[in-house]
């Protein structure tokens, strides 16, 4: 069983920058490959960035490549989503995911535990 808790979401201009967290439990943490996935009003989830177990191997979708890095510290359970030059179509519930699956083809629907959730808004 796995956990996980976002944060580091906010309000913030275009332009900007942020780096959400996500925090989680247990002893099999580096097991998993993890991704952000990411929900706007009235839009469907999302795929945004994975990353292997190891570090390894890191993927984007092309809406956030060359903006976004995805990254993770296994000793700390914690996985990073550094978030810069955002538009204000960034604006979404970004999530957290982990799988046990490839992080080169992560998708929904190969999740085995998910977040709650945070809000990132960005203004232009």
């Known amino acids: 069983q796995v956990q996980l808790v976002e944060s580091g979401g906010g309000l913030l201009q275009a332009g900007g920058s942020l780096r959400l967290s996500c925090a989680a439990s247990g002893r099999t943490f580096s097991r998993y490959a993890m991704g952000w996935f990411r929900q706007a009003p009235g839009k469907e989830r999302e795929f945004v960035a994975a990353?292997?177990?190891?570090?390894?191997?890191?993927y984007y979708a092309d809406s956030v490549r060359g903006r976004f890095t995805i990254a993770r510290d296994n000793a700390k359970n914690t996985v990073y989503l550094q978030m810069n030059s955002m538009k204000p179509e960034d604006t979404a519930v970004y999530y957290c995911a982990a799988g046990l699956g490839s992080a080169s083809t992560m998708n929904l629907n190969g999740m085995d535990y998910w977040g709650k959730g945070t809000l990132v808004t960005v203004s232009s």
């Open positions: 990353i292997s177990w190891n570090g390894s191997g890191t």
